[in-house]
Every structure is written in C-alpha cells, then in structure tokens.
Nanobody, 117 residues
Framework: QVQLVESGGGLVQPGGSLRLSCAASESIFRISAMGWYRQAPGKQRESVATITAVGHTVYADSVKGRFTISRDNSKNTVYLQMSSLKPEDTGVYYC???????????WGQGTQVTVSS
C-alpha cells in the first residue's frame, strides 16, 4: 500500500505564498497521474490541480494562474506552489493518485493551510 506524506502547510497572510510537498513511498508514483485536493471546514474535498505522469497539468478555475503543480519522479514527490493566496484557500491539502476512486491510495494526514491576516 502506497503511503503519502504531505508537508509545507502553515499560516500565511493574504497575498502570500506557500509550497506544499507530497512524498509517495512507492515508485509506482512515477507512472501515476497525481492530484492535489483540499477540504475546507464544513465542505467536501475538492480537486485543486492534477498532473499526468508526463507533466500535463489541469487546474480548478478557482486557482488557475495562482497555483502550479509539478513533480519530481526521481524523488517520488509532487509539489504545489501556491501564490496570491486568499482566505478561501484555507483548508487541509491532500495529494493522491488521480483517476477513478478505486485507484486511489490511502489518504495521508494532509497539511493545513490557513490564509488569514
């Protein structure tokens, strides 16, 4: 079972930046499309950005132009560079394999992002 470990969250002021990382325990990561998801308080988890195994990216409209997803297959790691952060970006951020639900790995603990002045 692949383990996912997210890190890099924190408290940041509106307009600030953060870089999130997600490390996978198995090399199957390298052939997997990956996604970043977030769950705001009282809301369902939503997809924020996805990246294919070869680097093609897709973003939710709410983060387009502000967030950048990338990956380093040599480190089994996917990143989310977040800039121009807004209070509505607050939530717990998770990564997982992209695709049908049956392909998902066990969710990690996530990393908390709080955007507040």
């Amino acid at each position: 079972q692949v383990q996912l470990v997210e890190s890099g969250g924190g408290l940041v002021q509106p307009g600030g930046s953060l870089r999130l990382s997600c490390a996978a325990s198995e090399s199957i990561f390298r052939i997997s499309a990956m996604g970043w998801y977030r769950q705001a308080p009282g809301k369902q988890r939503e997809s924020v950005a996805t990246i294919t195994a070869v680097g093609h990216t897709v973003y939710a409209d709410s983060v387009k132009g502000r967030f950048t997803i990338s990956r380093d297959n040599s480190k089994n790691t996917v990143y989310l560079q977040m800039s121009s952060l807004k209070p509505e970006d607050t939530g717990v951020y998770y990564c997982n394999r992209e695709g049908p639900l049956y392909l998902r790995w066990k969710w990690g603990q996530g990393t908390q992002v709080t955007v507040s002045s």
